[in-house]
């Protein structure tokens, strides 16, 4: 079946470690997306791809970081720099830009 | 003011009641429109994409969109108790050389058996 896997579903980390969520796809999506999602509070954009080797920073890119060397992976780094990392994490991909978000199941991380 | 606005709820309604639920939004520029279907501890999942205003209908659900007051809303009838969920709708907006959805903060729906 095609999706989007993200892993691990939960993660544990102590304050000013960084740690790296992992998303993969296999629709064979050119975009992919990483949002942040708070109680209360709609989906926010963190980082955007649109091609390999290319990404441009979302609406709260800061302590964030990302790469995408594969038009599969897009993993996205909380660094010790992000002031309140415990989030639930979605990433998404579209075939093109203006398309549909499909999304992942999420990674839970809490940062104590 | 924030750029996609919904009522949070939660809203309850008995099994088989028609639901409403509604967005507004700040920006004209919009014209895509969608809503997607959120699960306890999982992704959001697409219900729905519209362009532009008018009603487009899938099964149970009817979005509906009106452009001249900026209000969306997506329609279930006969609500089963499995439509329990928050909805989230989301303008497409224009960014730079691309788009990015703007997504509201959910409505919960609770559907009792």
């Known amino acids: 079946d095609g999706g989007i896997t993200q892993s691990p579903k939960y993660l544990f980390r102590k304050e000013g470690q960084n740690v790296t969520l992992s998303c993969e796809q296999n629709?064979?999506?050119?975009?992919m997306y990483w949002y942040r999602q708070d109680p209360g509070q709609g989906l926010r954009l963190i980082y955007y791809?649109?091609?390999?080797?290319?990404?441009q920073k979302g609406d709260i890119a800061e302590g964030y970081s990302v790469s995408r060397e594969k038009k599969e992976s897009f993993p996205l780094t909380v660094t010790s720099a992000q002031k309140n990392p415990t989030a639930f994490y979605l990433c998404?991909?579209?075939?093109?830009?203006?398309?549909?978000?499909?999304f992942g199941n999420g990674t839970r991380l809490t940062v104590t | 003011q924030k750029e996609v606005e919904q009522d949070p709820g939660p809203l309850s309604v008995p099994e088989g009641a028609i639901v409403s639920l509604n967005c507004t939004y700040s920006?004209?520029?919009?014209?895509?429109f969608m809503w997607y279907r959120q699960y306890s501890r999982k992704g959001p999942e697409l219900l729905m994409y519209?362009?532009?205003?008018g009603n487009k209908e899938d099964g149970r659900f009817t979005a509906q969109v009106d452009k001249s007051s900026k209000y969306i809303s997506l329609f279930i009838r006969d609500s089963q108790p499995s439509d329990s969920a928050t909805y989230l709708c989301a303008p497409l907006a224009p960014m730079d050389s691309s788009y990015k959805l703007i997504f509201g903060s959910g409505t919960r729906l609770l559907v009792r058996p």
């Open positions: 519209t362009y532009s205003s």
């Open positions: 920006n004209s520029a919009f014209q895509y």
């Open positions: 998404a991909s579209s075939r093109q830009e203006n398309s549909p978000l499909h």
């Open positions: 791809s649109q091609i390999v080797n290319d990404f």
């Open positions: 629709l064979n999506h050119d975009a």
